[in-house]
């Protein structure tokens, strides 16, 4: 494990332009359940009642009440790996992380360039005015919660079925095209296009590393080498080595 940290740590010191690609599985420490993973939220909730637009045009209130139980959510703090990316920005050596996390983690850990590929879910917005607000600012006591102009409020994150926001979807492009690295954490790269970025930098010439105690579809034809630990753990130890390898 140790030399695969030392190799990361010296792709990260030589490259030109590092960038992240984030899943659910950089917050699985900070107690945010994946989806995928065995009593994953897709083991709990159906996505198909409860994760796409069409089941969200259907019945609100039941989608909701999902959002309303998904306490940690509102709870969560970021964890060492949020942390490490956060660092890794301020020393220079990563240039953005475009996130399919809808949770603010990266954000509350400090990291400033922050593409929110799939959304927000700490936001709400409402279908008819389209107003945007916290959701700490919205009363679930009654669901679904409704906008004062009469429209119902949905979360803010992308729900299956719903396009990509336009300006994340190119720019992610554009990063992934113009990276020579790029750190794929936490995803199993099963959901597209998010799961099309990696593939992107690699056709572009860049090194991809993966993050990720368990293989992944990216595993030995995309990604160059995966570091098959927990992201809480690895990143703080890429960061040691790299400043080890500076002293
Ligand atoms: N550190 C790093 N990786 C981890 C950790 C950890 N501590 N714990 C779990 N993982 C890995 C798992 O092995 C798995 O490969 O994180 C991955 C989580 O995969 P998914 O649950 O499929 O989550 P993600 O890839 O982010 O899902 C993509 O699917 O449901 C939609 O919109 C939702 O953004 C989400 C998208």
Redesign the pocket.
């Known amino acids: 494990m140790q030399d695969l940290i030392q190799q990361a740590a010296q792709a990260v010191r030589s490259a030109r332009r590092t960038i992240a690609l ?8 900070s107690g945010i ?5 065995p009593g ?3 083991d709990r909730y159906d ?1 198909e009642e409860y ?1 796409t637009i069409e089941a969200f045009q259907r019945n609100p209130g039941k989608v909701w009440t999902m959002m309303r139980d998904f306490t940690q959510l509102k709870t969560a703090k970021p ?1 060492p ?1 949020h942390f490490g990316l956060a660092q890794l920005e301020q020393m220079g050596l990563l240039h953005c992380i475009i ?4 949770d603010n983690l990266h954000q509350a850990a400090g990291s400033r360039d922050v593409i929110e ?2 959304g927000n879910m700490r936001q709400v917005v409402c279908l008819s005015c389209r107003k945007v607000l916290p959701l700490d600012e919205i009363s679930l006591a009654t669901l679904p919660p409704y906008c004062g102009c009469g429209g119902v409020f949905k979360p803010a ?4 079925g719903e396009p990509i926001p336009p300006h994340a979807l190119y720019r992610s492009q554009e990063e992934a095209q113009s990276c020579d690295l790029m750190l794929v ?7 597209y296009p ?2 099309a970025m990696p593939r992107l930098a690699k056709e572009a010439g860049a090194r991809v590393i993966e ?6 579809d990216l595993t030995g034809w995309v990604s160059d080498f995966i570091i098959p ?6 990143i703080p130890q890429i960061i040691a080595a790299i400043k080890a390898m500076a002293s």
């Open positions: 984030t899943g659910a599985g950089i917050s699985a420490e359940p994946t989806f995928r993973d994953g939220l897709w996505p994760a964890n790996g996130t399919q996390n809808v590929f799939h994150g992308v729900f299956f954490i936490g995803t199993s790269a099963v959901v998010a799961a993050i990720n105690p368990e293989h992944t630990e927990k992201a809480g753990i690895a």
